[in-house]
């Protein structure tokens, strides 16, 4: 069951990803992609018994607050240069 | 059949649509805090309790907060997806032709604790461990250096 409800939160968030046009959604969709693979992981740690799942669900965390940091601040330059978070609107008035 | 990992699924469901159809950002945001909330729920009844702990410290904390933050600073009042209603009834129709794939597995009875997890992290992980703080320390030096303010 924890299953199935993680390939859909997968795919409902590909196909977000793949309509939204805000950078920030983009954003906010790379963060439940992730967490729905942290359900799988946690899942199959409990029905084997094994600890790695946890382990694996600590460093994904690490590797999340590392990403959303980067991200938000790469947004960030990205909206002080061009005034929008719009990917359309960037592709259209690409200054570099 | 256990009744609140289902209840929390399909809230995680619903909000992880809603992130998407949300008209306002702001709104968004907020429930994409609904999603990692019931991810916690469903940590905990997972017997994964430090687990359940961290997430809602490490992403209904921080994250989600910067995540707003970023949302308050540049909120542009755009259009969210716009998909007819009548798709949504083939969609929930889809989720109801799911349930009877439900298969309720048993999961263990085993709980392992916060000095299971130290103790595997900081013997066999150590080396993990240690590249995992040295990429966190890069990731701030270099999310500092390019929203830095440079000089003309």
Not at chain 2, 98 to 111: D, R, S, T, Y
């Given at each position: 069951?924890i299953t199935?409800?993680s390939?859909i939160?997968?795919?409902?968030a590909?196909?977000g990803i793949?309509t939204?046009?805000?950078?920030?959604r983009i954003l906010?969709?790379?963060e439940?992609i992730?967490?729905?693979?942290?359900m799988?992981?946690?899942?199959?740690?409990?029905?084997?018994s094994n600890?790695?799942g946890?382990?694996f669900?600590?460093?994904?965390?690490?590797?999340?607050a590392?990403?959303v940091a980067?991200?938000?601040?790469?947004?960030?330059l990205?909206?002080k240069n061009?005034n929008?978070?719009?990917?359309k609107?960037?592709?259209?008035?690409?200054r570099? | 059949?256990?009744f609140?990992?289902l209840?929390?699924s399909?809230?995680?469901?619903?909000?992880?649509i809603?992130?998407f159809f949300?008209k306002?950002l702001f709104?968004?945001a907020?429930?994409?805090?609904?999603?990692?909330?019931?991810?916690a729920?469903i940590y905990a009844k997972?017997m994964?309790?430090?687990?359940?702990i961290?997430?809602?410290?490490?992403y209904?904390?921080?994250i989600?907060?910067m995540?707003l933050f970023?949302?308050?600073?540049m909120?542009t009042w755009?259009e969210?997806i716009?998909?007819k209603?009548?798709?949504?009834?083939?969609?929930?129709?889809?989720l109801?032709?799911?349930?009877?794939?439900?298969n309720?597995?048993?999961v263990m009875?085993k709980?392992f604790?916060v000095t299971?997890?130290?103790?595997?992290l900081f013997?066999r992980?150590i080396?993990?461990?240690?590249i995992?703080?040295?990429?966190?320390?890069?990731?701030?030096?270099?999310s500092?250096?390019v929203?830095?303010?440079w000089k003309?």
């Amino acid at each position: 069951m924890i299953t199935i409800v993680s390939i859909i939160l997968i795919t409902i968030a590909l196909i977000g990803i793949a309509t939204t046009r805000n950078l920030l959604r983009i954003l906010m969709g790379a963060e439940i992609i992730l967490n729905a693979a942290n359900m799988n992981f946690a899942y199959n740690s409990a029905k084997l018994s094994n600890i790695d799942g946890d382990i694996f669900i600590l460093f994904t965390l690490i590797v999340t607050a590392a990403e959303v940091a980067l991200g938000l601040a790469i947004i960030l330059l990205i909206y002080k240069n061009f005034n929008t978070v719009d990917i359309k609107e960037i592709g259209r008035e690409r200054r570099y | 059949m256990d009744f609140i990992l289902l209840i929390f699924s399909i809230i995680a469901i619903f909000s992880a649509i809603s992130v998407f159809f949300m008209k306002d950002l702001f709104k968004a945001a907020l429930m994409l805090g609904v999603v990692l909330i019931s991810v916690a729920v469903i940590y905990a009844k997972l017997m994964a309790t430090f687990i359940a702990i961290l997430q809602v410290l490490v992403y209904s904390g921080g994250i989600l907060i910067m995540i707003l933050f970023a949302v308050i600073l540049m909120r542009t009042w755009e259009e969210g997806i716009t998909v007819k209603k009548i798709y949504l009834i083939p969609a929930t129709l889809f989720l109801v032709f799911l349930v009877p794939l439900i298969n309720l597995g048993a999961v263990m009875q085993k709980e392992f604790t916060v000095t299971d997890l130290g103790n595997e992290l900081f013997s066999r992980y150590i080396i993990h461990f240690e590249i995992a703080g040295l990429l966190l320390l890069l990731a701030m030096v270099g999310s500092v250096f390019v929203a830095k303010r440079w000089k003309e």
